[in-house]
């Protein structure tokens, strides 16, 4: 069997002190959805940083397309096709839409003005904004923004972390819409989501991590019908 496109395997680290990541392992398959959901405090956050180069991990590795990408730093990873879209602090506020996405392709030297067209076909409220600062967003827009930046890297990994925080449950499937269109074009997603039902809705692969160590791992539709992951993380 091939390696999936994705892997950070056996994970164990932190941030200096105790370790948060047990021996935990994420893959993702190439163009597929893949989701960590868990308690608040199980290590979702932390494993995505992890797989991302933000914290260091004593044991385990890091692979990306084959590669053993352990030992780079993050903004080493973008060049490599990863891009990252923290929960927070994730936009420039005071710049507009259209230099937010500028701003997404500061490792390219090429004509980017077809990536930024496509983006505006995927968010056309940013098309209609391009000129508005960020700041004056809503929620949910500004969640597009922050993708849509990270999409200016062209990247063949895309790491969301908590993509639907604070945005109404309307704009939340338009977001995750917007997510599956984004896997059909043959980019891998990784997603961090507290919306743990929806989001299991549309992965390919789940995660549930507990104390910084893999639970339960199988498709979305087997953990959502898995009775003792509805009971113990879905309510019921």
Do not use: W
């Not at 994730?90 to 067209?117: C, Q």
């Not at 809503?138 to 990270?150: E, F, P, T, Y």
């Not at 599956?180 to 549930?208: C, F, H, K, P, W």
Request: hydrophobic content about 40%; charged content about 20%; glycine content about 12%.
């Amino acid at each position: 069997m091939s390696e999936p496109f994705l892997i950070g395997e056996n994970m164990t680290g932190g941030y200096g002190g105790a370790d948060i990541l047990h021996g935990c392992t994420i893959a993702v398959e190439r163009g597929k959805i893949a989701v960590i959901v868990g308690p608040n405090g199980a290590g979702k956050s932390t494993a995505m940083k992890a797989v991302f180069g933000m914290l260091n991990i004593h044991t385990g590795s890091v692979r990306l397309d084959g590669e053993d990408i352990t030992a780079l730093s993050p903004q080493a990873r973008v060049a490599k096709g990863m891009g990252f879209v923290p929960q927070v602090n994730n936009i420039f506020t005071s710049m507009t839409v259209e230099e937010n996405l500028e701003m997404g392709a500061f490792l390219r030297n090429d004509d980017i003005r077809d990536t930024m067209e496509q983006i505006y076909d995927l968010f056309p409220i940013l098309r209609d904004k391009r000129r508005q600062p960020a700041g004056e967003l809503s929620g949910g827009q500004r969640q597009q923004v922050a993708v849509g930046r990270a999409l200016m890297t062209q990247p063949k990994l895309l790491m969301l972390d908590e993509p639907t925080a604070g945005v109404s449950p309307i704009v939340m499937d338009e977001l995750f819409d917007r997510i599956i269109e984004v896997a059909r074009t043959g980019i891998s997603i990784l997603m961090v989501e507290q919306n743990a039902r929806q989001a299991l809705e549309i992965a390919d692969t789940g995660y549930v991590l507990v104390q910084g160590a893999n639970a339960y791992t199988d498709t979305g539709p087997a953990l959502l019908a898995n009775p003792e992951v509805r009971r113990t993380f879905l309510g019921g």
